[in-house]
């Protein structure tokens, strides 16, 4: 992994297929030498994991991101995609990892749907 990313990628891009998720909870000002951990806020997230298990980890529900839902007769080119728009902040084109995940790799970060175009370039299917 080179840093940015979380855990759970990692875990997903070696071939882990079941569902998993990344839950930040109690690190405060990471990378710092004001870092700290909040005991307490570790222990409360636990409990809520542990419920959400013995609620929901009999279901299995994948992730799709919401912009596959405007292709729904086009499936054949998911694998394939390769670009899904412009970067607000230096214009290049916008990127998607493994999981769908939109990052620009000049800017070399993840982005929110707001800070990137919400065009598919067709063009730049591979």
């Known amino acids: 992994s ?24 109690g690190y ?6 004001q870092e700290y ?14 419920e959400i298990i013995e609620k929901l980890g009999h279901e ?5 991101p919401d912009w596959l839902s405007d292709f729904p007769d086009v499936p054949e080119i998911l694998p394939h995609i390769t670009s899904i728009g412009v970067c607000l902040d230096c214009e290049s084109e916008v990127k998607v990892d493994e999981m769908f995940h939109p990052y620009c790799p000049k800017c070399n970060t993840y ?16």
């Open 60 to 64: 299995r529900h994948d992730h799709f």
């Open 111 to 126: 982005l929110s749907d707001s800070e990137y175009t919400e065009e598919l370039p067709f063009d730049r299917v591979a």
């Open 2 to 25: 080179e840093g940015y990313l979380t855990d759970v990628v990692e875990l997903k891009e070696r071939g882990l297929d079941i569902a998993v998720a990344n839950i930040a909870c």
């Open 37 to 50: 951990v909040n005991i307490q806020d570790v222990i409360n997230c636990h409990a809520l994991v542990k």
């Open 28 to 33: 405060y000002n990471p990378h710092t030498d």
